[in-house]
Every structure is written in structure tokens, then in C-alpha cells.
């Protein structure tokens, strides 16, 4: 057997070593059009902070390692276009410019999603940066150590946009950060976590804008020295731009079935409209596991998870992708947040009505542990089903990191468990790590008598 993976990020990572798992002994060709493979943009932020420092550390694989494992892997070589009929593709070579055909008998696709750029007057000016990829992530570093460089403006409050402006605040820049959203990770928390977040920027001087939309970058020479909102100008010779990504499926326009906003439909074990070519990562959607729909939830760990689902039916073995909760996690200055499932506030963005929820302020373990050895307090909310008190959500935060018992709701939504469920569950009791009882169950029991009344 033949398999050509196109992509090295998450998704087309975890095909590989997938089918590696699944069948050994089949011919893998890794493809990847730029000259790195699998960098993780996730880790971008731990190598602008010098907390890594080799950014060609911020990988999966390596080319070497993955031909020891006898993956054919080709870097700097695009594929042009895909013949379904006779089950080829049409290579080019961008470091010489020759080309050719290959033949597959399975072709996995995880051609991902490109930042999505602003189209206003303007757009053209130098220093106007994304976030996304090994290249990027280079520029920034530059950018951090200039010395003529003061303000930047990052546009979109979503956790890439969140990592840019703490990274750049930390490297003593003046920071603001804007969003269409009034609220700061509006799509990611509940009001009562980014209030106490958006304290948390401004005391480590990022200034958070709200409810902005973006009308023009103001240049000079050639390069941007400000941006122009509906909210006011504000100078910035650095712009960051984080406001979401555009399904890189050009590809594959006129060949796979795509959705409404271009990305590629598939079915429950990954394979597209077309026998024989699976796709995987940010140009796919994923099963939600609060709803049972389909959903655009662009996190790595979906894409990991649907690698291994393309994988596993590409070398014959049935198996279908799980249903996820949109689970993560990220540290904002002294804070540490997770969050999974759906939010009180933004429920009906998610096909969810009427859910309830439960918010329980309590300290990370006893009382008699001072805050000096590490006490903290912690804040966790969970919402509900009021029906059947089936778990819908839960988030957390804490200047202590409780982010792991995310984890632990998201499984409980996987499992359609209720807050009767989790009232009583098992977690183990000692003073150093946890309470006799785990905030969990706190808002679990809570949750109970909301429904009792």
C-alpha cells in the first residue's frame, strides 16, 4: 500500500505516525511545501518568551527521524493538484522546479487553514505580521529585541492573540490588544473569569479595546506607524494579526465536497467525498460532543486525534473519530485557565438553549495552608443541562495551576454524565494537592440543589 500524506503539522503528523502503527509495511510519502516539517505554532509563544531556545527545538519530527522509521518525507515540494480518477497527484519540486506525478492508493489531506488577513486600506504596509508557522515565529523574535520598535497592536483576543500581546509585554513593548468581541477570550470564558483577566493585562500594562473594528492601517514610508479604528487611532509600527484563519482549501475547490465557508465535509472516519482521500486538521470540522453536531473547533489536539482516526481506516481498520469538547488550557501572566464545552454566555453560539450553570469561589486546598506555601484560590463554573443535569461545560482559573481537572469534565461530557454523577465522584484527599472535597464536586452538588428547588 501507498499513502501520501500531505501536511506536517498536527494532523498530517499523527497520519503518519498513524499508519506507521496500523502498517508498517506500507509506503508513506510526507509532503510539506515549506522547508521545515511539524512546527508547532502552539509553542510559539514558550520560545518568544526564551523559555525554549532553539525554535527548530518547537517540532514533533525531524526529517532524519522520520526516514529512520522509513517515511519517504519531501520538503519544499507542493502538491498541485490531485487526478481522483487515476488516484495521483502532481508534484512540484520549489527548491529546482521540476515536477511530477506520484501515485497513491490513500491520500490523507491536512492542508490546515491560513491566517486570515484585514482587508482595509492599507493592508500592504510592511510590519504587519501573523502568527502562525516557523517563519513567523522567526520575525517575531526579531521584532521583540528592536529598539525602535514601541506599540503593538494585536488584533484578535483569541489565545494566539493573547500569547502575542503577553510575550511582547513582557519584552517591555506597550501593548494593545483589540477584538470585535466585547470581551476579552469572549469565545473561551464566561464574563467572571475575563473580568478579573482584563484586570490582569492592564496591571501588566496591555490595554484591552473591545467592540472595535479596524478601518484602515495608517503608514508612513512604507511601513505602518498606526491603526484607525471606529474607537480612535492608535500608533503601533508592529501589528499582529490574530483574527482567526481561512480553510487553505484551494486545493481540493471543485474536486471534494466543501461547506459553506470552504471547509472539507467528511464523514465519520475522516474520509471526504471521494473514496480513498481522507482529510484532517483546521479545513474540517469536528464532532461536538456537548451537541452531538458538527463543529469548527481549530485546536491541536483535534487534529492529533483525527490524524490517527484518517490513519486507522486508510490501512483498513474501521474506527471513528471521537467526539470532542473544545477542551483547553493557556497561562495569562499569574493566571492559569481551562475551559471546555459550552459557556453560559455564549450557549446559543454552540445550538444550546436554556442551560444552567454554577459558579463556586473556594481555595485550592485547606484553609490552614497559607498562601505563601502555595494556597490559592480558585474559581471554577460548570453548566448544565437543568432537565436531566446532564454536564454541558466547566471552566476554571486560578493563579495556581488546577487546569487539569478540565480534563476530567471534558470526559465527563464525553460520557454524557450529570452533575448527580459527579457530586459524589471519587477524587483522592490530601492537603498539599487538594480538598477532602475537590472543587468539582462543590459545583457538582451545587449544581444538584439548583436543579432541587
Excluded at 529512520?68 to 512540484?92: C, L, M, P, T, W
Excluded at 492601517?217 to 506607524?225: A, L, R, T, Y
Aim: overall charge negative; aromatic content about 8%; hydrophobic content about 40%.
Amino acid at each position: 500500500m501507498k499513502v501520501i500524506v500531505v501536511g506536517s503539522s498536527h494532523g498530517g503528523y499523527e497520519a503518519v505516525r498513524g499508519m506507521l502503527l496500523e502498517n508498517p509495511d506500507a509506503e508513506i510519502q510526507w509532503y510539506e511545501r515549506g522547508n521545515f516539517i511539524s512546527f508547532l505554532s502552539c509553542g510559539m509563544e514558550l520560545y518568544l518568551e526564551g523559555t525554549v531556545k532553539d525554535v527548530n527545538t518547537v517540532a514533533y519530527e525531524t526529517v532524519d527521524n522520520a526516514e529512520k522509521d522509513g517515511v519517504h518525507v519531501f520538503v519544499q515540494q507542493e502538491i498541485a493538484s490531485i487526478d481522483e480518477k487515476n488516484k495521483s497527484v502532481h508534484v512540484k519540486n520549489l527548491a529546482d522546479g521540476s515536477e511530477r506525478d506520484e501515485s497513491y492508493d490513500k491520500l490523507i489531506l491536512a492542508i490546515g487553514a491560513t491566517p486570515r488577513r484585514l482587508d482595509v486600506p492599507g493592508k500592504d504596509l510592511e510590519n504587519l505580521y501573523a502568527m502562525r508557522g516557523r517563519d513567523w515565529a522567526i520575525k517575531l523574535k526579531q521584532k521583540m529585541v528592536d529598539p525602535d520598535l514601541k506599540h503593538v497592536f494585536v488584533i484578535g483576543s483569541g489565545y494566539i492573540g493573547i500569547e502575542a500581546a503577553e510575550a511582547f509585554a513582557k519584552a517591555g513593548k506597550e501593548v494593545t490588544i483589540v477584538d470585535h468581541n466585547p470581551r476579552l477570550l469572549g469565545n473561551y470564558l464566561d464574563s467572571e473569569f475575563t473580568e478579573k483577566l482584563t484586570q490582569e493585562f492592564k496591571e501588566n500594562g496591555v490595554n484591552f479595546v473591545g467592540s472595535v473594528n479596524v478601518a484602515e492601517f495608517v503608514g508612513k514610508d512604507g511601513k505602518v506607524s498606526g491603526v484607525k479604528t471606529d474607537q480612535g487611532t492608535f500608533d503601533a509600527e508592529l501589528v499582529v494579526e490574530t483574527a482567526g484563519v481561512i480553510p487553505n482549501t484551494s486545493l481540493v475547490d471543485g474536486l471534494l465536497d466543501l461547506d459553506e465557508r470552504g471547509r472539507i465535509k467528511i464523514d465519520e472516519h475522516q474520509e471526504t467525498s471521494v473514496k480513498d482521500i481522507y482529510a484532517v486538521g483546521d479545513a474540517t470540522k469536528v464532532p461536538y460532543a456537548p451537541t452531538g453536531e458538527l463543529s469548527s473547533i481549530a485546536l491541536a489536539s483535534n487534529a492529533r486525534r483525527q490524524g490517527r482516526t484518517a490513519a486507522a481506516n486508510a490501512a483498513g481498520r474501521e474506527l471513528k473519530m471521537t467526539a470532542v469538547s473544545g477542551s483547553s488550557a493557556l497561562s495569562v501572566f499569574n493566571y492559569h485557565f481551562a475551559s471546555t464545552g459550552v459557556k453560559q454566555d455564549t450557549q446559543e453560539k454552540c445550538g444550546v438553549k436554556g442551560a444552567e450553570s454554577v459558579l463556586i469561589e473556594d481555595w485550592a486546598v485547606p484553609p490552614f495552608v497559607s498562601e505563601e506555601a502555595g494556597n490559592a484560590k480558585v474559581y471554577f463554573k460548570i453548566t448544565f443541562d437543568p432537565t436531566d443535569g446532564r454536564i454541558l461545560g466547566g471552566q476554571i482559573m486560578s493563579t495556581r495551576d488546577v487546569t487539569a481537572n478540565i480534563n476530567t469534565i471534558s470526559f465527563a461530557i464525553q460520557q454524557h454524565a450529570t452533575v448527580y454523577d459527579l457530586a459524589y465522584a471519587d477524587f483522592f484527599f490530601q492537603p498539599g494537592f487538594d480538598r477532602p472535597w475537590n472543587i468539582m464536586n462543590e459545583a457538582a452538588q451545587a449544581a444538584v440543589r439548583k436543579i432541587n428547588k
